[in-house]
């Protein structure tokens, strides 16, 4: 009887195997590792709207001071709900860039940040309008608007991230 071998591997096919790439999910969502990313996310965030600046900046910052506020540890919750569906939104993109051998997924995501953008706010967007919280409603509301182009600016960092891991 012929069984498996290593990692898609069939016996008598040696010469055709190739490893596949671990998946964004199997990287960033381990459970020895998932925390760890939640808070790296976290400390993206911070950064993120430590840097924002002007109107939209202060929005911005407004919003993010109403979430962390808004409950003892609703922030960092918020990031451990969402993380799941954000990497599922991410993953093909992962395996493009894994396939395509090119360097830097940060680099990557920032060439696709239209794409990117609108695929990691289809996500925050549904989770958005299932929320029973107005206060958070109205704070992702005065926000969404440029939400595209906050994310967009954040993507070489998110894929820094993503390669931190990946390299473990």
């Not at 965030?45 to 900046?57: D, F, P």
């Not at 830097?104 to 696709?112: E, P, V």
Request: hydrophobic share 45%; aromatic share 8%.
């Amino acid at each position: 009887m012929r069984s498996w071998g290593e990692l898609g591997e069939f016996p008598g096919n040696e010469e055709k195997s190739t490893l596949m790439a671990p998946t964004l999910d199997q990287i960033l969502l381990a459970p020895d590792v998932q925390p760890d990313v939640v808070a790296d996310c976290l400390t993206l965030i911070e950064q993120e709207v430590a840097g924002k600046h002007g109107i939209s900046g202060a929005a911005v910052k407004l919003a993010y001071k109403t979430a962390r506020t808004f409950a003892k540890g609703y922030l960092q919750s918020t990031v451990e709900n969402l993380l799941p569906d954000l990497v599922a939104q991410l993953d093909p993109f992962w395996a493009d860039f894994t396939a395509s051998g090119a360097s830097g997924f940060g680099d990557y995501l920032a060439k696709r940040s239209d794409e990117v953008s609108e695929a990691m706010l289809s996500v925050t967007d549904a989770r958005a309008k299932m929320s029973s919280r107005p206060v958070i409603i109205r704070a992702y509301g005065t926000v969404r608007g440029g939400a595209a182009k906050n994310i967009a600016a954040a993507l070489p960092a998110v894929g820094a991230l993503a390669e931190k891991y990946a390299a473990r």
